[in-house]
């Protein structure tokens, strides 16, 4: 599975972004799906996941109420909707891919693919 995120760019707090993932490769439907982001000097950290079927998904506290991750199986393609953007919002964003959602949720390091970051800058 190939993963490419798209979206980022730069705004001003309480602006919006959405960002998306569009997979390539073997069927998308049998892939949950996450997001995470990379601030500088940080570790990756978790953002949200969604299952399969998109009927579960899961949230930072950080970022809970704020952000909905969704999915089109038709399109191979994830989302997350970034509303009341916070400076430390600012990260390089990841989308991911695992068969298991607890994989997603609970054991990155596990995770089966990866896609490359797109930058997401919010200023005061």
């Known amino acids: 599975v190939q993963l490419q995120a798209s979206g980022g760019g730069s705004v001003q707090a309480g602006g919006s972004l959405r960002l998306t993932c569009v997979a390539s490769g073997r069927a998308f439907s049998s892939y949950s799906m996450g997001w995470f982001r990379q601030a500088p000097g940080k570790e990756r950290e978790f953002v949200a996941a969604?299952?399969?079927?998109?009927?579960?998904?899961g949230y930072a506290d950080s970022v809970k109420g704020r952000f909905t991750i969704s999915r089109d199986n038709a399109k191979n393609t994830v989302y997350v909707q970034m509303n009341s953007l916070r400076p430390e919002d600012t990260a390089v964003y990841y989308c991911?891919?695992?068969?298991?959602?607890?994989?997603?949720?609970?054991?990155?390091?596990?995770?089966?693919?990866w896609g490359k970051g797109t930058q997401v800058t919010v200023s005061s």
């Open positions: 969604i299952s399969r079927s998109g009927g579960i998904t």
């Open positions: 991911a891919a695992d068969t298991d959602f607890q994989t997603i949720r609970r054991r990155p390091y596990d995770i089966d693919y």
